[in-house]
Nanobody, 123 residues
Framework: VQLQASGGGLVQAGDSLRLSCVAS????????MGWFRQAPGKEREFVAG????????YYPDSMKGRFTISRDNAKNTVYLQMNTLKPEDTANYYC?????????????????WGQGTQVTVSS
């Protein structure tokens, strides 16, 4: 599956953004999906994951409350709603697909990655 992320941009602290990731092919619902981010000089960080059906989501504690992942299998799209953005959220955000049914936090299980979309939050 090929992934194309979009929706990033330059926003001010406190603003919201919704990222989208469109998958090619007819097997989108066979993949659990995740969002990761990477800031310059920092390691890649897991942001959120969603199961194949969309019924189960997972967030690390640091992301709970401001980020919401969802998916629309009819549109082959996964979303990341980001609210109350902070300057420390500035990063390149990537969507990724993995074959397990449940959300997964470990980047190594994801075998398909999008190209990333840049989010910059000014103070």
């Amino acid at each position: 599956v090929q992934l194309q992320a979009s929706g990033g941009g330059l926003v001010q602290a406190g603003d919201s953004l919704r990222l989208s990731c469109v998958a090619s092919g007819r097997t989108f619902s066979s993949y659990g999906m995740g969002w990761f981010r990477q800031a310059p000089g920092k390691e890649r960080e897991f942001v959120a994951g969603v199961s194949r059906s969309g019924s189960t989501t997972y967030y690390p504690d640091s992301m709970k409350g401001r980020f919401t992942i969802s998916r629309d299998n009819a549109k082959n799209t996964v979303y990341l709603q980001m609210n109350t953005l902070k300057p420390e959220d500035t990063a390149n955000y990537y969507c990724a697909a993995q074959p397990a049914m449940s959300p997964e936090e470990v980047a190594g299980v994801y075998d398909n990655w999008g190209q990333g979309t840049q989010v910059t939050v000014s103070s």
